[in-house]
């Protein structure tokens, strides 16, 4: 094996340890609520890292991230940008067990389940952070930041480049929100060829 591919497997085990631990944590009630833990899944050498809010119906009940409608359009919006789960991203949530009725894990939900996303970030070593709207943006960076306001600004967040960008339940119900976030995207490609690969190919061009 080759220094990469021994590295890809000791960082993949160390993931799958890290989960194991998330599995028996306890520290707010969401997990007493839950049908599956949602770990998160991808790439685990991924240069981008995209970061949700937390599982909802179908995710909880499948154990996968953004797999229900908005996952639909995460895919579509991977797609045109020539990313796949497998190869260049990972994705995650603020809170790994699903809220109940689908409302907004609270302030303390968050911060009992952020050490987990921490860990995530240093195993995974993302170059590029994702912030899928605004319960991602507050939870992680700061809760007075407005996405409305902060949206398609890169953010220098410990030796990481973080775009926020609106949430693809936001999209899906504001149409017209769509196409401040295709630009959104489109410079998330432009930064992925700077600083990781000059001949990555998307559809935007
Ligand atoms: N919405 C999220 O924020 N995360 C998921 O995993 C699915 C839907
Ligand atoms: N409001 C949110 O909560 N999220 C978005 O992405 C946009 C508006």
Redo the contacts with the bound molecule.
């Keep these: 094996m080759t220094d990469k591919t021994t590295d890809m497997a000791q960082r993949e085990k160390e993931l799958k340890e890290l989960e194991a631990e998330v599995l028996q944590c306890r520290k707010c009630a969401l997990a007493e609520t839950r049908n599956q833990l949602v770990f998160g899944e991808g790439d685990p050498h991924a240069e981008i890292l995209f970061i949700g809010?937390g599982p909802g119906y179908y995710e909880d009940q499948q154990g996968h991230p953004f797999v229900g409608k908005s996952g639909q359009l995460l895919d579509r919006i991977l797609e045109v940008c020539g990313f796949s789960r497998q190869q260049h991203i990972f994705i995650g949530n603020i809170v790994k067990c699903r809220p109940p009725d689908n409302r907004?894990p609270t302030p303390e939900e968050r911060a009992a389940c952020l050490p987990w996303l921490y860990k995530q970030i240093d195993l995974i070593d993302p170059k590029i952070i994702i912030l899928?709207?605004?319960?991602a943006?507050n939870g992680l960076i700061d809760p007075k930041l407005r996405?409305?306001k902060i949206?398609g600004q890169w953010i220098a967040w410990q030796g990481r480049l973080v775009m926020p960008?609106?949430?693809?339940?936001?999209?899906l119900r504001?149409p017209g929100?769509k196409k401040d976030a295709w630009e959104d995207f489109q410079q998330v490609v432009a930064k992925f060829r700077e600083i990781v690969d000059p001949d990555h190919h998307s559809d935007f061009c």
């Excluded at 899928?132 to 319960?135: C, D, V, Y």
């Excluded at 960008?165 to 999209?171: E, G, M, S, V």
């Design positions: 809010e907004a899928l709207g605004a319960t943006l996405i409305t949206r960008t609106y949430h693809p339940a936001a999209l504001n929100m």
